[in-house]
Nanobody, 113 residues
């Protein structure tokens, strides 16, 4: 099973920026999507942004215009700008491929007001 390793989280003030990275442990011949989800305390995990193998992106309405997803081979990035306290959550990397669903261990992002 492919492993996903996230990095780049931390504490930032409102209005600041962070860049998350997620590297897969191996190349996969056919990746459907790579992306990011998040889960805040007491809430369900929700989609933040995904990118298909063809480069099509999808964003949650709450992050459109502030976050940008990009990908370089087996690494996916999430550039987060104009961060708000409501963006505070554990962020999870996700990879979907035929017969494969992988999640990262999660990384904390905390935005202070």
């Amino acid at each position: 099973q492919v492993q996903l390793v996230e990095s780049g989280g931390g504490l930032v003030q409102a209005g600041g920026s962070l860049r998350l990275s997620c590297a897969a442990s191996e190349r996969i011949a056919s990746i459907n999507t790579m992306g990011w989800f998040r889960q805040a305390p007491g809430k369900q995990r929700e989609l933040v942004a995904t990118m298909s193998s063809g480069g099509r992106t999808s964003y949650a309405d709450s992050v459109k215009g502030r976050f940008a997803i990009s990908r370089d081979k087996i690494t996916v990035y999430l550039q987060m700008n104009s961060l708000k306290p409501e963006d505070t959550a554990v962020y999870y990397c996700n990879l979907e491929a035929p017969g494969v669903t992988s999640w990262g261990q999660g990384i904390q992002v905390t935005v202070s007001s």
